[in-house]
């Protein structure tokens, strides 16, 4: 019986390590095979190393029946719902002061915290990973699955973020404090015109996909990245079509922006702007950089 082929990711990381094992070996070592193997398991990750734990992690997705796509897309619009009422919660709760703007946005990485780590399907994350094996394999059927994928997961972001957005603007399940917190930081947002909605969703769809990318090699660290990466879109003012998607469907029931302005003023120039941000430029940097390699 012939044996079953290792993974591609797996033959890399256990390379680099054999290779790190044989030149102290052959340069001469007091460490022993102990501590031979403890410097294998303390090695960074080579770039090309985390390029194919992110593909794999897309070809996983890709994989997945649509059914479960939509489910777990509805949850992740659910879920990212709480990144804009945990930072309306301290906003409510703060002094308004010079700084409050940098504490506040601290609550915007709960919402991310759930969806990351409960694996959800959140939309501009899948600009990513879904992306990185097209570009691989060059395949048009690739492409084609990642643009299913993208229409499921995105359709049942929104359907979540309908309902959750639509629960905060009833008032029936957050104190009056908080509920004019959401309303304030929701006005706030739907002043950006559609240009910078346009050029700050870039920046936000580069800033998702640097957390994508930034995981594999995050080991304990995981909670700290993503409230950090959440942190920096929310304080920097920058936009993302899932969170921001709450506030507008919000401003839509309190009477604060019309259907149009949500639509033409927010959720199409925000979403063109983080596929441009996390797809069309991080994903092909990253597959320029280890093209060679891989």
Not at 156 to 178: H, Q, R
């Amino acid at each position: 019986m012939s044996k079953s082929p290792k993974h591609p990711v797996s033959d890399i990381a256990e390379n680099e390590s054999y290779l790190t094992e044989e030149r102290l070996r052959e340069d001469g070592t007091r460490l022993s095979d102990n501590d031979l193997a403890e410097v294998g398991d303390k090695l960074r990750l080579r770039v090309a190393v985390v390029y194919e734990i992110i593909c794999q992690e897309g070809e996983e997705e890709l994989a997945r029946a649509p059914r479960n796509l939509w489910w777990s897309g509805i949850a992740a619009g659910l879920s990212i719902g709480f990144s804009v009422l945990a930072e309306a919660l301290l906003r409510a709760h703060l002094p308004d002061t010079g700084w409050r703007h940098l504490v506040e946005n601290l609550g915007y990485g709960v919402g991310f915290l759930i969806v990351i780590m409960a694996r959800q399907q959140l939309f501009t994350e899948n600009t990513l990973t879904a992306v990185l094996p097209a570009i691989s394999t060059g395949k048009r059927t690739t492409y084609l699955r990642v643009a299913r994928l993208w229409v499921i997961v995105f359709a049942a972001n929104m359907v979540g973020t309908l309902i959750f957005g639509s629960a905060l603007a009833s008032g029936l399940f957050v104190t009056d404090e908080v509920h004019a917190a959401v309303a304030e930081l929701s006005r706030h947002m739907m002043e950006i015109p559609a240009d910078q909605m346009f050029l700050r969703g870039i920046v936000a769809g580069w800033i998702v996909a640097t957390l994508v990318w930034l995981l594999p090699s995050a080991e304990n660290s995981k909670v700290a990245i993503i409230f950090l990466m959440a942190w920096l879109i929310a304080a920097l003012d920058l936009t993302h079509v899932v969170a921001g998607s709450v506030e507008a469907v919000f401003s839509f029931w309190t009477g604060d922006a019309s259907l149009i302005e949500g639509v033409a003023g927010f959720l199409l120039p925000t979403l063109l702007g983080n596929i441009v941000g996390g797809s069309a430029l991080f994903a092909l940097v990253a597959h320029a950089q280890v093209n060679k390699e891989i």
